[in-house]
């Protein structure tokens, strides 16, 4: 919008006259007959690169692209009525390329081609007969109002109006029938972009295709107000806007997701949209909160679809299951998944120029996220529903005092609520779900393990419990009842106790938090023994790789210092012990790091314990367990 004047201290004041102007267009845009127009089109209301005459209220081109004035000062009413105006020259085809002066079907456009005054002219009154009916906002003073010509509205078409109306020869008050003044609103700029297609393949989708299409919109509003459902008509306080709509049948009818849709906050802001860069959607988890641009023409059965879609992101926490891995990447698989089931389960319609590839049928997000990890050139060109290379998972604050997910942990929430909505879903029979999606929620379920149990579990996996057995070799002593009698007593193979040892390579650079380093190395002692792992094989490593040789698991945490070189190069550490002779070929190693370390390459069972809120600089390919 035009800036305004700056107040004493030196900040922005607001415009009165932009304010008005964006308020009219609000009321245009919420209107289901020109919604999907408005969304299609482009708006110019600065004063840079904007082509409408100072006397004029607006221009609309044959790109799609209207032009307000910016030096105008009008009410809501008046830009309401001016922005439905040039939205209707686009509907009934008025900028067409047929309409043009000296257009012939074997010539083409003629050279400096524009619109003459009768076809203008008549394009205006047919707009504001229009309007007239619908009754929204109002015209401008001097504009849309009797005219000498109106005995010619009779005619049939706007095509004989105009023939009728230069038969006349005389002047035509272009200034008083539409809103560009004497020069008309009319411009030619070359032919239309390319608009975007509708769901059936092969369709090209035109201007007055949206006009129809918000027609229909218009009906069903209308019916629905005549229930008593909504207020009014004409996008006023108290009536459900077409993403509301949309994202209320799921609480009313589709129980699966029906907890988390109405725990949301729906925003729909075209300002926040623009500015933040959401072409279509994107949601926030940690908010609470689903964003929409609702200038962005969808049908129906597609806002269905675009909704599931982030309902599902939100449920099935998305935004923090992706671990050390790329989080645009990671978004994109997500959105594989989640089409994929979306189409496979009906639920509205795929949006043209969403992700959906059929061979990804029931691979989880992980194996989706392995396999576009190998061509990022291509995997950075996708677009989400927010836009080419920004994903619409979006990490907002936690959720604040007075929000649908106020005293329950989000996670917590979250994993309740779809599980809850599986139950519901499943017991009123409301279809059948992929199978892989049942299984994420039913995983979902389960609280998370703890970083210490999963260490446990490693240590469980490379350290079976050992078998004792009873030999003379070494006998018990002899019961008081029976003195002279010896009996066997428990006796471990030392070739199983030889075989219990790993290594540790230990990232003791300044970086490392010595608290969180403690806490880790006391777990892996403590684990260690019970586990009677006879050694371990401790490397130190920070600048250089330091080998502090073979340790009691006890000693672990008694003999670490910190030496604080720099940064960590753990690769050197590694390859000690890989190369060590005397170090088994089979003996796993943990990698304590704080994470701001070199990529590391490591040939055999290996795992990294790290801080929590710590990432990798790499993909890891053993287990990663986080400290806190």
């Known amino acids: 919008m035009a800036g305004g004047h700056q107040d004493r201290q030196g900040r922005k004041a607001p415009d009165p006259a932009a304010e008005s102007r964006a308020n009219g267009l609000a009321i245009v845009t919420r209107h289901p007959l020109f919604a999907p127009l408005a969304g299609q089109s482009r708006w110019h209301d600065k004063r840079d690169r904007n082509d409408c005459p100072p006397a004029a209220w607006a221009v609309v081109t044959s790109t799609g692209q209207v032009h307000l004035n910016p030096t105008r000062r009008g009410e809501p009413g008046e830009w309401a009525w001016v922005a439905a105006h040039s939205l209707l020259h686009l509907g009934f085809d008025?900028?067409?390329?047929?309409?043009?002066?000296g257009w012939r079907e074997a010539v083409g456009i003629p050279p400096g081609a524009s619109f003459d005054a009768a076809w203008n002219f008549a394009a205006c009154l047919t707009a504001n007969r229009f309007l007239a009916q619908l009754r929204i906002g109002r015209p401008p003073a001097g504009i849309g109002g009797p005219s000498q010509h109106d005995h010619l509205s009779g005619a049939a078409g706007e095509d004989a109006l105009a023939a009728r109306l230069r038969a006349l020869n005389g002047p035509l008050d272009l200034d008083a029938a539409g809103t560009g003044g004497p020069g008309g609103d009319l411009r030619w700029t070359g032919p239309p972009a390319p608009l975007r297609r509708l769901s059936g393949p092969g369709t090209r989708l035109t201007w007055p295709d949206l006009l129809a299409e918000g027609l229909q919109q218009a009906v069903g509003a209308a019916v629905t107000m005549a229930g008593g459902v909504t207020g009014t008509l004409a996008g006023q306080p108290g009536r459900k806007t077409p993403w509301r709509q949309a994202?209320?049948?799921?609480?009313?009818?589709?129980?699966?997701?029906?907890a988390i849709a109405?725990?949301?906050t729906l925003v729909e802001d075209a300002d926040v949209a623009r500015v933040h860069?959401?072409?279509?959607?994107?949601i926030s988890p940690a908010a609470a909160e689903l964003y929409v641009n609702p200038l962005y023409g969808l049908t129906a059965d597609e806002r269905r679809f675009v909704i599931a879609h982030e309902l599902l992101h939100a449920g099935l926490r998305h935004d923090t299951r992706g671990g050390d891995r790329d989080p645009w990447l990671w978004n994109v698989a997500c959105d594989y998944v989640i089409n994929g089931w979306l189409t496979d389960m009906g639920v509205g319609s795929l949006p043209d120029g969403v992700l959906h590839d059929s061979s990804l049928r029931g691979l989880s997000a992980e194996e989706v996220y392995d396999r576009i990890a190998v061509d990022l050139r291509r995997a950075r060109k996708l677009a989400t529903l927010r836009g080419v290379g920004l994903g619409d998972l979006l990490h907002g604050p936690l959720a604040r005092p007075g929000d649908p997910v106020r005293g329950v942990e989000l996670d917590e929430f979250y994993r309740r609520a779809l599980a809850d909505g599986l139950g519901y879903h499943r017991a009123r029979g409301r279809g059948l779900l992929p199978a892989s999606l049942v299984e994420e929620i039913r995983a979902l379920s389960q609280p998370p393990v703890a970083w210490d149990v999963e260490l446990a579990r490693w240590f469980d996996d490379h350290f079976a419990p050992l078998e004792r057995h009873r030999s003379y070799a070494r006998a018990s002593r002899r019961q008081s009842a029976t003195p002279d009698i010896s009996r066997p007593g428990w006796h471990l193979p030392p070739q199983q106790l030889e075989s219990r040892v790993f290594g540790v390579v230990l990232d003791t650079s300044g970086s490392m938090d010595t608290r969180l380093l403690g806490k880790g190395l006391g777990?892996?002692?403590?684990?260690a023994v019970s586990r009677e792992v006879r050694a371990v094989r401790v490397v130190f490593c920070d600048a250089e790789a330091h080998d502090n040789g073979w340790m009691h698991p006890l000693d672990i945490a008694g003999r670490v210092r910190v030496r604080g070189r720099g940064g960590t190069v753990l690769q050197p550490g590694v390859n000690v012990l890989q190369e060590a002779p005397d170090f088994p070929k089979d003996g796993p190693i943990l990698i304590i790091t704080d994470a701001l370390c070199d990529r590391v390459q490591v040939r055999r069972e290996h795992a990294f314990l790290i801080p929590r809120g710590a990432v990798l600089p790499f993909t890891a390919r053993g287990p990663v367990f986080r400290l806190s």
């Open 94 to 101: 008025h900028v067409a390329a047929r309409h043009l002066a």
């Open 247 to 258: 994202l209320d049948w799921f609480i009313a009818s589709y129980p699966l997701l029906g």
């Open 262 to 264: 109405d725990a949301l």
């Open 277 to 282: 860069g959401i072409r279509i959607a994107a």
């Open 523 to 527: 777990a892996v002692a403590s684990y």
